[in-house]
């Protein structure tokens, strides 16, 4: 969708003091946001590397991506905005309590000094509680989909557009059950390893203004990117957000990186 097209208007009937019964009134209706999740935070620092931490450069990453994303005039719900502790769990409940358009977590990795690169994770099959409500397209029922292609195209975009956007080394797209966010998420969820603090280069671009303005607009243009094609009627998807709240009583959650 072009960052420059008007919110989506409906019409309903409204009565109101100024307008008779069954006159037709113009509501906006907001779009479904995209949750942005910034990695660890407050008691978990995540990585540390080169005197930098995780939960420090994700947390700016994050703020930025949300910035850049409203000014093309997306809504943005973020899991958190400051130093805060928020377990695993809570990040997907949170993102499965409305109907979402994408789930983008934001982490920074970990190897030896001479490791660098970006690498975007996507999960398939999703946790058990999360596979038996979701709504595939075309009304498949997940037990009989093989595969559903939305995260891994979400991720393969975002990928794409943001080692172009750096010039970073491409590690590729993966998937991986087991990390928690994306798994128990119910929409189209991807984590982005932007780069490895353990890598002298990268932690030093990381702190650099101009690196990170390259690192959001890769994301935010290959989040673009996919929902444009996501929302093309031949790609056969009615709807691209899923909602809502899925039973989560198995909430023993699995590790993030
Ligand atoms: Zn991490």
Not at 50 to 73: F, H, P
Not at 165 to 183: F, M
């Amino acid at each position: 969708m072009a960052s420059q097209e008007a919110p989506q208007i409906v019409w309903t009937e409204k009565t109101t003091a100024e307008s008779p019964a069954g006159a037709r009134v113009a509501e906006p209706v907001p779009r479904p946001a995209i949750v942005i999740d910034a990695g660890h935070g407050g008691a978990d620092p995540g990585t540390v590397g080169n005197g930098q931490y995780e939960k420090t450069w994700v947390l700016v990453l994050s703020n930025a991506l949300a910035e850049e994303l409203r000014q093309r005039g997306w809504e943005v719900l973020l899991t958190r905005r400051d130093d805060a502790t928020i377990p695993l769990i809570d990040r997907s409940v949170r993102a499965n309590a409305e109907p979402r358009l994408a789930f983008i977590s934001l982490h920074l990795n970990a190897g030896g000094p001479e490791a660098s690169g970006i690498e975007t994770y996507y999960a398939w099959p999703k946790a058990p509680e999360v596979m038996a409500r979701l709504e595939l397209p075309g009304g498949v029922p997940p037990d009989r989909a093989i595969q559903d292609d939305r995260g891994r195209l979400l991720a393969e975009a975002i990928q794409h557009s943001v080692t172009a956007a750096t010039s970073a080394r491409d590690r590729g797209v993966k998937n991986q059950p087991q990390y928690s966010v994306i798994s128990r998420t119910r929409c189209p969820a991807v984590l982005v390893e932007c780069g490895f603090l353990t890598s002298p280069a990268e932690a030093a671009a990381i702190q650099t203004a101009d690196y990170r303005n390259k690192l959001v607009r890769g994301l935010a243009n290959g989040l673009e990117i996919w929902l444009r094609q996501a929302e093309a009627p031949e790609f056969g998807w009615t709807h691209v957000a899923e909602g809502c709240e899925p039973p989560l009583q198995d909430a023993e959650a699995t590790g993030n990186p």
